[in-house]
């Protein structure tokens, strides 16, 4: 399996497994996928989806390269018009999910090491306004030397 795809189902097990004990607000079910498309009766539930975004390779030593592996963990819900307060929890829980994830390795794929975090879009504005729906993305860099 790719490194890639490994780092995305360990980062996905990673937030299941800390779903009932590492402090989250509401539980949480990620699932890998490569295309996370919901209609909107099905984001009448919260949708977690771990995607593999980028790998990027770099020169480290002769015989050693670093590999800079980026997933995005996109949580996606539809909420009511005005229900600010909804969009309020969802945008917490998403920084609870970053902090999950925050400087640790991944129990599930350790050689990997935490690099960085990249919250973009904070909202997806065109979500909201065209199918009543949160879009929020956590892109998540983990680097591997190989």
Request: net charge negative.
């Amino acid at each position: 399996m790719s490194v890639i795809v490994e780092i995305a189902d360990a980062v996905a097990a990673s937030i299941n497994g800390a779903s009932d004990g590492d402090g989250f607000t509401e539980p949480v079910e990620a699932v890998r996928a490569y295309r996370p498309s919901y209609d909107l009766e099905q984001l009448g539930e919260l949708r977690v989806s771990v995607v593999p975004r980028s790998v990027t390779t770099a020169n480290l030593a002769r015989q050693q390269s670093q590999v800079d592996c980026t997933v995005d963990v996109g949580l996606q819900q539809r909420v009511d018009a005005g229900d600010d307060a909804r969009l309020d929890a969802l945008l917490d829980l998403a920084e609870q999910l970053g902090d999950h994830l925050r400087h640790k390795r991944l129990p599930g794929y350790p050689q990997a090491a935490w690099l960085s975090i990249e919250h973009e879009p904070v909202v997806a504005a065109e979500h909201l306004d065209e199918r009543s729906s949160l879009t929020t993305v956590l892109s998540v860099t983990y680097r591997v030397r190989r």
